[in-house]
């Protein structure tokens, strides 16, 4: 059974914060990603990776980088925090088979 | 460009049956996929279409239709905890990205 978690479900932190995401994987997956959602605005790709230390841009990666030291590890991070990255953050592995991403927990973040 | 829609919401009865549609306007076409998600829940993946045809998977069925660019999900014999939002996605391309839509809220009613 494929595993994705993430190192917290829910976070709060200080606008300006240097915040760090964690994302782990059991599969042995090359591709791994960072999302957001937000109501109304639907799943929204940050960044990817297709392999160790790679990395691509999304759709939104202002404001936010990523690292991928190990393959089964892809790490989200928020340089300086501010109010509007308060959101849902999923990471997902895998992709390129019959069964699509699969996705972790989620961590809740809010930005006071 | 990449686009895909499906409606925002819908609403059902319990024991009925609902379709939900999404087009998708993409290059590169390497599968569509649909997921379910709870509030407050990650998506899980429910089926995977890259032929055109229906897959039938227990109470739910995912057809598609590469020249028209659509697909739809029917759930038949609708429970309460049917009650999620699903998620249109498709991939481009050999790699692992998804591109999502944003998602249909669907009510189960009594």
């Known amino acids: 059974d494929v595993k994705v978690t993430q190192s917290s479900r829910y976070l709060v932190k200080r606008t300006g914060e240097k915040v760090f995401l964690e994302c782990v994987q059991d599969m042995d997956h090359e591709n791994m990603f960072w999302y957001r959602q937000d109501p109304g605005l639907g799943l929204r790709l940050i960044y990817f990776s297709y392999d160790v230390k790679m990395k691509e841009k999304g759709d939104i990666p202002e404001g936010y980088s990523v690292s991928r030291e190990k393959k089964e590890r892809f790490s989200l991070i928020l340089e300086s925090a501010s109010t509007n990255q308060t959101s849902m953050y999923l990471c997902?592995?895998?992709?390129?088979?019959?069964?699509?991403?699969?996705f972790g927990p989620g961590t809740r973040l809010t930005v006071t | 460009g990449q686009n895909i829609d499906q409606p925002t919401e819908m609403t059902a009865t319990e024991g009925a049956i609902v379709q939900i549609n999404c087009t998708y306007q993409?290059?590169?076409?390497?599968?569509l996929f649909w997921y379910q998600q709870h509030a407050g829940e990650a998506p899980t993946f429910l089926s995977y279409n890259v032929l055109d045809g229906l897959e039938e998977k227990g109470r739910f069925s995912s057809f598609l239709s590469r020249s028209k660019g659509y697909s739809y999900l029917l759930l038949k014999e609708l429970q309460m905890k049917d009650s999620a939002s699903y998620l249109c996605?498709?991939?481009?391309?050999?790699?692992?990205?998804?591109?999502f839509g944003q998602g249909t809220e669907l009510s189960v009613k009594p």
């Open positions: 993409t290059s590169g076409f390497n599968g």
């Open positions: 996605a498709v991939r481009e391309g050999q790699g692992g990205k998804l591109i």
């Open positions: 997902a592995s895998g992709g390129a088979g019959g069964y699509g991403q699969y």
